[in-house]
């Protein structure tokens, strides 16, 4: 039983391209979480939903965008693929007053 | 901004021996969870231990505990009887408890245990 799960784990394309990333939990979370780790294992946020809503938006170019059809998913949009956006991508959950998070294993996302 | 602080890159430990690891941090709120986070070659982020602000006993879990120092700001993780599983990165993590639920995390505490 995957708790968060994603789709690909491993997703190799060219500059230019567009490409999604689906995550989904099972966990029942009211709130997901998009991050980046760069290749010196640094972590950031990039979107928060809670219940469909977007809570949390960083620093994000515009080229990526984030859609929730519903609690249990959230999906990652990525447009016009540059060399900079390698990087592994997690997707996370969490209910808003259980302060746990359950991180998806990751997708391994390289643009040559 | 709350900033979350681990100044040590890359650390080793003998098998069987104890290690600590360091994270310091910086906000203004009172009430905030602190967390550590494993994640070995195989990338999943694995949730070690957590802490919440008001409690002032140190959690524990198994051969991990954690110091914390509220008014330092600190938070060090240690690791009892290292064992080879052990090997990993480890993220200290802070979130807010109300308001945005933003997890901050430090840069990362590479651990490598030796046979």
């Known amino acids: 039983d995957t708790a968060v799960s994603q789709t690909p784990k491993y997703l190799v394309t060219q500059m230019g391209n567009d490409k999604s990333i689906k995550c989904e939990q099972n966990l029942g979370h009211d709130t997901m979480y998009w991050y980046k780790q760069d290749s010196k294992k640094f972590l950031k946020i990039m979107f928060s939903?809670?219940?469909?809503?977007?809570?949390i938006n960083e620093t994000v170019p515009n080229r990526f965008s984030p859609k929730s059809p519903d609690k249990a998913h959230l999906n990652l949009h990525i447009n016009s693929l540059e060399l900079g956006d390698s990087a592994v991508y997690f997707c996370?959950?969490?209910?808003?007053?259980?302060?746990?998070?359950?991180f998806g294993p990751g997708t391994r996302l390289t643009v040559t | 901004a709350q900033t979350v602080t681990q100044s040590q890159p890359e650390m080793s430990v003998q098998e069987a021996e104890t290690v600590t690891l360091s994270c310091t941090y910086d906000t203004s709120e009172s009430d905030y969870y602190l967390f550590w986070y494993k994640q070995p070659p195989s990338r999943q982020m694995i949730l070690v231990i957590r802490q919440e602000a008001y409690k002032q006993q140190n959690a524990t879990e198994n051969r991990f505990s954690v110091n914390f120092q509220k008014a330092a700001k600190s938070f060090s993780l240690k690791i009892s009887d290292s064992q080879l599983g052990d090997a990993a990165m480890y993220f200290c993590?802070?979130?807010?408890?109300?308001?945005?639920?933003?997890?901050?995390f430090g840069t990362g505490t590479r651990l490598k245990v030796l046979a």
């Open positions: 996370a959950s969490s209910q808003v007053h259980n302060y746990e998070q359950y």
């Open positions: 993590a802070y979130r807010r408890a109300s308001g945005t639920y933003k997890y901050i």
């Open positions: 939903y809670n219940n469909k809503e977007l809570i």
